[in-house]
């Protein structure tokens, strides 16, 4: 089965920094694009970044140039750093992967279980 295991989170006082990961695991699998979503209290989940297998990236407006996104496919795992943290970056970040088994063109969406990030002085 495939688990998305994301860590890093935390309080953080504005104008920190912190980073974000997100391990998946499952044999026999390939992590296809991954992504990170964050949801505030009160709002809608959103796309924050995503990556594709290859390396391509999409940042969304309102975070670019403070938020990267990467990937080390060897590991199954994507990151965010993110920068010039705000208190309105205040929100749940669940990491999110298309997964298909190896040899079968069969894509299954996944998220994780959330990691909570607070920016507060």
């Known amino acids: 089965q495939v688990q998305l295991v994301e860590s890093g989170g935390g309080l953080v006082q504005p104008g920190g920094s912190l980073r974000l990961s997100c391990k998946g695991s499952?044999?026999?699998?390939?992590?296809?694009?991954m992504a990170w979503y964050r949801q505030a209290p009160g709002t809608q989940r959103e796309l924050v970044a995503s990556?594709?297998?290859?390396?391509?990236?999409n940042v969304a407006d309102s975070v670019k140039g403070r938020f990267t996104i990467s990937r080390d496919n060897a590991e199954n795992t994507v990151y965010l750093q993110i920068n010039s943290l705000k208190p309105e970056d205040t929100a749940v970040y669940y990491c999110?992967?298309?997964?298909?088994?190896?040899?079968?063109?069969?894509?299954?969406?996944?998220w994780g279980q959330g990691t909570q990030v607070t920016v507060s002085s």
């Open positions: 499952g044999t026999l699998f390939i992590f296809n694009t």
């Open positions: 999110n992967a298309d997964v298909q088994p190896i040899g079968i063109m069969r894509l299954t969406n996944y």
């Open positions: 990556i594709s297998r290859l390396g391509m990236t």
